[in-house]
């Protein structure tokens, strides 16, 4: 109906203005004024989830299985409230760990394996192939349908063209050129691609317009409202069965199924993590793209159902394929323009997908299939490449060629047996298998790389059995009875039933054993299987993502270093000299390095470098490289699991925690004892003030009470009362003394003093208390001595001590008290001998600490403060002496000090 | 970082009482052959718990979490 050259003509002007809308967002991006950086941009790239399959398929399966088709609109719907903690998560690793793909997410998180980026790189491809034919088969039959409608049937096989009149093979080669344009444009490989999305965004609209066009048509210009729609449909029995679910047996496990598929699908499909986490411009988009996407969803299948009953009451059942009904309807209306404008629409939802879908699937095959291969292969001018980069967008390239093949290959010889809807839902099936690992790596840090490439192979084993052997069954490659009775007709293995399974549709049936297989594998043999050291790291790293990401350092642990040239020039190989300095330079911005001194990369620049590398080149291809130039020093086990092991923080903490209790403890043990020992020293000095200030009380009342004392009582009285405020003077001296000794505050003078000078003044200054008691008092001192440094007043204190006490302790009517001074070469040595009780040992150890003193039953209380020793002993230890005594009990006591010759000092 | 979580826990909870709503056997009380409105009941009940479900998610998104986290840098 329309000319091929018209279709054409506004084809190619629809994707010229995507091109120009891309080189805007990129040059925006350039200068830095991103025009995607918003949440609506976002959300409506996120919309690239609604493809051909949404746009044509929808209304085909609603005309079979009636609300059905909901089910793939309703599981992201309820992905997109868990967004908030799933993908945010997501969002956070991948930038954390520059991470490009989900092969790469995959791969990085199961200990950097480049094992698993084969593995999933291959499944993607694999799984994703049937759905890129399904967009191909789209554009193919709409271009078809609008040149020659009405007398192409859309029943007929496009197999039966010779190949290169094959529309589907030019779309084919058509889309690879734009997604060559639009993905790789750029000689640098680890940018994103702000233009591919603002591209992307618009085509979301085009879409969602062209689409809303085509239902407001059909609802309002060919029938009179929704009202009328149904009401005609209820005439018809067919349609009349689908105003329900259909009640057929296992409809109930089918929806729930299907919804879950589509929710791990909008997780796991190659274009939405390139779309939602890698083209991410801003986590906080989330807050508004997790509502407006969602919305978006719900607003394209407003008019599903109307054009669906619609496109059935005008054909009638079964004449025309019910997934062209967009087209078609309008078409029989002869409005060309707007079957032209729904055509644009249908393209818009097949290039974007196919766009975006490839090139996330080229960075995968580029990054994790051909460099680990390349990089590994034994060519040593290979490894001596100084540039890498454009040989990692020539393999970008071709990877995009090659993808865009395999889905023409699979819709000529497979595909076009199928509808657009059951195509999709293989492919979602596929992408699927990577749910557990996904969603067990970030949120279980028990997960290994074995147990996730055992379940992936398990599930993608299952798959392949349940969904893709049936299908070359249909396509005629293999023979009819693997279905119907199972291979070698073993009942239990029909692809279909397997394990005698019933009651699921082909793709729940396949979903469901998938899944099983799939999580049972990865988490039995992440339980039992063998773990490294280098996946601990990684579990800890993706799992509290947000504790470790503060920083870009603090986010790994590798040790070690490598020469600060080595780096550049690795990092030059691949991503080109402009960026790599540009890298540095910021690096050493943030770090206040320069380049010029420093010679040496430290763990922190190694680390750096390596996310760099990982942007490019895949983070197990990055791993690669990166060691290969670092010395690393291994990370030790315990390391790691000291690091990883909560548990142990938790216990090394308390530790610590119980350590200061105890030094708190024996802190406060310490201030309870000087405590008790000012409770104690208090207690004793006022009784020591108040016994003298008592008697002298009591004498001066009897003195002033008694007018007639005789002179002789007078006499006695007076001399008791100035020897007893005597003693007050002394004690009262000898407490401040103490005090200025505890406190540092006394004043020292030191001058040269001959010791035996010490001995005459202190025995002069007692000569009146050693009479009294009847003391004999004999010295034996040399008749030259050295002079000594040392404190006059101090050291006559000391030995007024000494002497007192010896008096105090002396027999009472025979003492004797013996004092020698005696020489060595660095000392001189004083001792005060009497022949009094002794002191025993015990006592001997602490009768210099203060307050205590020896308590004598036979005697009572000893006359003194406690303190006189005390301050002897620091007196001496001021002069750098010792003091001590020797005693054995009943045969009196032997003290004794030293002072040292200045020459020793 | 209390604003964030307590969204989190918000909207998972919504998750699930999407995800009851959405599913059997709730959804055979609206799986009825009849019409409310002129339209099936099924597919009028889908749409207006999920536009309800979007509604509830815009209230719970819209409040600011109390406390801004602080820009974060990458390396580039």
Redesign the interface.
Known sequence: MLATETILFYSFGYMGLLFAIAYYGDKRADAGRSIISNPYIYALSLAVYCTAWTFYGSVGLATRSGPRFLTIYLGPTLMAALGWVVLRKIIRISKVHRITSIADFIGSRYGKSTTMGYVVTIIAVLGVVPYISLQLKAIAVGFLLLKSYPFHSMTAKFADFPMFQDTAFYVALILAVFAILFGTRHLEATERHEGLVAAIAFESIIKLVAFAAVGVFVTYGMYDGFGDIMHRAREIPELRRIFVSPPESGDSADWGIYIFLSMMAILCLPRQFQIAVVENVNEDHLNKAIWLFPLYLLAINIFVVPVAFGGVLHFSYGIVDADTFVLTLPLTRHQTALALFVFLGGMSAATGMVIVETVALSTMISNHLVMPILLRLPFPQFARRTDYSSLLIITRRAAIVLVLLLGYAYFRYIGEFYALVSIGLISFAAVAQFAPAILGGIFWKGGTRAGALCGLLAGFGIWLYTLVLPTLVHAGHLPYSFVADGPYGIGLLKPYQLFGLQGFDSISHAVFWSMLFNVATYVGVSLFGPVRPIEHTQAALFVDVYKYSGAPGESSFRRGTASVFEIKSLLRRFLGKKRTEEGLAQYAEQHQINWKKEMVADSGLVDYAEKMLAGAIGSASAHVMVSSVVKEEPLGIEEVMGILDETRQVIEYSHELEKATAELKAANERLKELDRLKDEFISTVTHELRTPLTSIRSLSEIIHDTPDIDREKLNTFSEIIIKESERLTRLISQVLDFHKFESGRMDWQFTWIDLRDIIDDALAATHQLIRENNIQVSRHLPAQLQTVPGDRDRLIQVMLNLISNAVKFCEPQNGKIEITLNETPDHVRINIKDNGIGISPENQKIIFEQFKQVKDIRRGRPVGTGLGLTISRRIIEFHKGKIWVKSEAGQGAVFSFTVPKGNSL | MIGYRA??YR??A??ML??VL????I??LA???R?V???????LY??LV??L??FL??LV?RRKPKISIKK?????
């Open positions: 969204k989190g909207l998972a919504l998750f999407g995800a959405f599913n059997y056997p959804l055979s799986n009825l052959n019409m409105w002129g339209i099936p009941l099924v597919y889908l749409f999920w536009g479900l979007i998610m815009v998104t974060r840098h990458y390396p580039k």
